[in-house]
Nanobody
Framework: QLQLVESGGDLVQPGGSLRLSCAAS????????IGWFRQAPGKEREGVSC????????KYGDSVKGRFTISRDNAKKTVYLQMNSLKPEDTALYYC????????????????????WGQGTQVTVSS
């Protein structure tokens, strides 16, 4: 089983940057793709970005392309989400989640595809 803990959420001004971290414990981290998802009040949980188990393949939601970058360090069992040019609409509770895939390229970076979830970290973008 995989346990995940998010950190790095904060209050930031529009145009600012944050880096979120997702630290894993448990077994077989190297075999799991990791996704970042977010949920704002009154809205459905949406996929932000996902990265394959090796780190060689990445997916991004349309609203964050060009602004967010996902990366992973398997030696440290940690996945990062670098968020630049933040907008008020990025305000949400951000979760990381782990899942296994036969072929990551066929996945949609959707929350239903991921099995193990952290508790979330709050990101608020406001002046």
């Amino acid at each position: 089983q995989l346990q995940l803990v998010e950190s790095g959420g904060d209050l930031v001004q529009p145009g600012g940057s944050l880096r979120l971290s997702c630290a894993a414990s448990g077994f077989a981290f190297d075999y799991h793709a990791i996704g970042w998802f977010r949920q704002a009040p009154g809205k459905e949980r949406e996929g932000v970005s996902c990265i394959s188990s090796s780190g060689g393949s990445r997916k991004y939601g349309d609203s964050v392309k060009g602004r967010f970058t996902i990366s992973r360090d398997n030696a440290k069992k940690t996945v990062y989400l670098q968020m630049n040019s933040l907008k008020p609409e990025d305000t949400a509770l951000y979760y990381c989640a782990g899942g296994t895939f036969f072929d990551f390229s066929d996945s949609a970076c959707g929350p239903d595809e991921y099995e193990y979830w952290g508790q979330g970290t709050q990101v608020t973008v406001s002046s």
